[in-house]
């Protein structure tokens, strides 16, 4: 069975600072998926990773993907306020249709 | 514009009531999905569906029926509600196989059992 760990779970922190989400996933995946999440409102897809070493980076955000250790890393550089949310990973197990989610994280920024 | 609709955003049932959740997507997509929201446990998936007439159970199918009659159109179905299903559910569907595809989800609906 495919699990998937995020951690943190709650990560408030202050305008201006770096941060990292780590996503942890049990089994071989072909792919691996950032969303957000703003209160009462559906997932934004914000990244798909496909590969060994994939990285890519949207605004302050930026993630990348390490299959051999199978983690994943959401980094937030210079903190804004816009940028509270939970943040979700989601991982599709090789060969199969079905995504399995982390917990999430909340995250709170602080001015 | 990519949309998933799905047509009730809060509903209040009552325990034994049968409950129909529907999810309309207008992206000629193979896949679609229902996951639940709680809090603390992320989303878990409760059945997709790959194509019409097709369905396969998730993590967390006790309790739950799905339709798939058209491919535009999946239905989730609780054949007699309870309390314990007080949750929100998210729809959400994709092309089938490679690529890297995006999953979009639909706006949610909150049903409270009472």
């Known amino acids: 069975e495919l699990k998937v760990e995020q951690n943190p779970l709650f990560l408030s922190m202050q305008e201006g600072k770096n941060y990292t989400i780590y996503c942890n996933y049990s089994?071989?995946?072909?792919?691996l998926y950032w969303y957000r999440q703003d209160p009462g409102k559906s997932l934004e897809s914000l990244f798909v990773l496909l590969s060994n070493g994939a990285v890519k980076q949207e605004g302050r955000l930026m993630a990348s993907l390490d299959t051999k250790a199978r983690l994943s890393t959401l980094h937030i550089t210079a903190a804004v306020h816009d940028l509270s949310a939970t943040y979700f990973c989601a991982v599709r197990k090789f060969g199969n249709e079905k995504l399995t989610f982390g917990t999430g994280t909340r995250l709170t920024i602080i001015p | 514009d990519v949309k998933v609709t799905q047509s009730s955003r809060y509903l209040v049932k009552r325990t034994g009531e049968k409950v129909f959740l529907e999810c309309v997507q207008d992206?000629?997509?193979?896949?679609m999905f229902w996951y639940r929201q709680d809090p603390g446990l992320g989303l878990r998936l409760i059945y997709f569906?790959?194509?019409?007439?097709?369905?396969e159970k998730g993590d967390i199918p006790e309790g739950y029926s799905v339709s798939r009659e058209k491919k535009e159109r999946f239905s989730l179905i609780l054949e007699s509600a309870s309390t314990n299903q007080t949750s929100m559910y998210l729809c959400?569907?994709?092309?089938?196989?490679?690529?890297?595809?995006?999953?979009?989800f639909g706006e949610g609906s909150w049903l409270t059992v009472v």
């Open positions: 959400a569907s994709s092309f089938l196989g490679t690529g890297g595809n995006t999953i979009y």
């Open positions: 089994t071989t995946s072909d792919r």
């Open positions: 992206m000629d997509h193979e896949n």
């Open positions: 569906s790959y194509d019409v007439k097709m369905k």
